[in-house]
């Protein structure tokens, strides 16, 4: 067994090692994803995040388990690849998820996600922020986003995510909000949801430097006509896609990652398919770039679309064929971290995140913007009964037994988990091996470089 990239310290430090007990059968976890490759198997542990390499004689003689413990095993138990058959798998991920939540027991915030503006520069036919009120944050606002921000953190450094509308027209308020933190001495590193279009070579710079800005998640639709079609840009100095891709080219120049996302629906497929391969011409240098794709939401926009279940069935399955070609033509970087166990699902169950608007009202989803709020920067989270609203779990029959259930938590308020179709299933997982291939492919290279 080789180790190829490490369980998460958090997790170790609570899970621990297991010592073997000659007296029981023991199986596979069932939260685990397997690989087969030339060298043997990959096995992942989806709640430790550890990924390991099976040898052929190792991968032959899993096929007899569930087994007695024999002294083989040793190391697979250990680091909990191998478990008592009998043991409750739920409640191991319940527990550890439980210990994960314990550990921020202040209550610290530490996650913002701030929306300098909620106006947009773009009037996408799908955007579900269509009926949101444009408002601009003003100076005494954004000064109070930074006296919030010290009084929560607890003197923790603060991840920002700059988010909208477009957070871009809101710049002025990005750098008050980022001087005053520094001027408080309160560390910080941001990220950013645009569609890339207001940048220019000195607002870059300012990203980079004065920003802190780490990472940013930028829109394609597809090719020149239809992204500026579908972008439909209320003030047009140049063609926008030029201008976007101009900028992309800047950011990555910066050394900041850049996640192209792909929205895909019956409109854009087999355009899509043609973007990928500008892409990868396009950009040389992919080190920092990752492409991905995303399916449209159900019933949201201007023009609201509606996906019944053939639709939807078509679109997963051109949504594989894109994942294809998108890691074929190099584009695809992953996300750098293999699955592991989640303690929240995103910012709407986690205590240590929040949101503040334009307005300086908190609230816990990017998609609730104005509505379900909790709080507000005067007083701060003032609605416990909204803030328990939104970590409300729903667990679906098949959760418990499905290998991706420490990663994934439902929750009511979420209308995308609502439902959970074998066609979603099988894209996920293709993911999630297109993740382990990739880490694996990273670490093979490594050895090779060591060995020079």
Not at 111 to 139: Q, V, W
Not at 212 to 235: C, F, M, P, R
Not at 327 to 339: A, D, V
């Amino acid at each position: 067994m080789i180790v190829i990239s490490e369980a998460r310290r958090d997790i170790s430090k609570i899970w621990g090692n297991k010592e073997p007990d000659p007296e029981k059968k023991y199986c596979m976890l069932c939260y685990s994803i397997q690989l087969v490759c030339e060298d043997g198997m990959l096995v992942l542990n989806t709640i430790s995040g550890e990924l390991i390499l099976l040898d052929k004689n190792e991968t032959k003689r899993l096929k007899t388990m569930p087994a007695l413990y024999e002294p083989w095993m040793n190391e697979l138990i250990q680091k909990h690849f191998l478990v008592p058959e009998e043991m409750d798998a739920v409640q191991i991920v319940e527990n550890l998820r439980k210990i994960l939540l314990l550990l921020n027991k202040k209550g610290d915030i530490v996650n913002y996600t701030i929306l300098p503006t909620s106006a947009c520069n773009a009037r996408c036919f799908y955007c579900y922020e269509c009926g949101d009120p444009h408002i601009f944050m003003t100076k005494e606002t954004a000064s109070k986003v930074v006296s919030f921000i010290e009084a929560h953190n607890g003197g923790k450094p603060v991840r920002i995510r700059w988010f909208g509308g477009e957070p871009l027209i809101g710049a002025n308020r990005i750098t008050q909000i980022c001087k005053e933190l520094r001027e408080r001495n309160i560390k910080y590193s941001s990220r950013m949801v645009s569609n890339g279009y207001l940048f220019d070579e000195k607002m870059v710079y300012l990203a980079a430097e004065e920003w802190k800005l780490k990472h940013i998640q930028i829109t394609l639709d597809g090719t020149e006509e239809i992204y500026n079609k579908v972008k439909a840009y209320k003030s047009v100095l140049d063609n926008p896609f030029q201008r976007v891709l101009r900028n992309i080219k800047l950011l990555l120049d910066k050394d900041i990652s850049v996640d192209i996302r792909l929205n895909l629906g019956s409109h854009n497929y087999e355009d899509l398919m043609e973007l990928v391969t500008q892409l990868s011409d396009y950009f040389s240098d992919k080190q920092h770039l990752n492409v991905y794709s995303h399916l449209l939401f159900n019933d949201c926009g201007f023009e609201p679309v509606h996906f019944n279940q053939s639709e939807l069935q078509k679109l997963l399955s051109a949504q594989e064929l894109l994942e294809e070609r998108i890691y074929k033509s190099g584009l695809f970087t992953g996300s750098g971290e293999l699955l592991s166990l989640k303690r929240c699902q995103c910012m709407a169950n986690d205590d240590a995140s929040v949101l503040i608007n334009p307005q300086g009202l908190l609230g816990k989803c990017e998609h609730y913007s104005f509505e379900h709020l909790v709080g507000d920067l005067n007083r701060g989270v003032t609605d416990k009964k909204q803030v328990t609203y939104w970590k409300e779990r729903e667990t679906l029959p098949n959760c418990r037994k499905c290998s991706f259930y420490p990663s994934c938590l439902r929750l009511k308020k979420c209308d995308p988990q609502l439902y959970c179709y074998d066609l979603f299933l099988k894209a996920k997982k293709k993911k999630a091996i297109l993740n382990i291939k990739q880490v694996y492919e990273n670490y093979v290279s490594k050895c090779k470089r060591d060995r020079i």
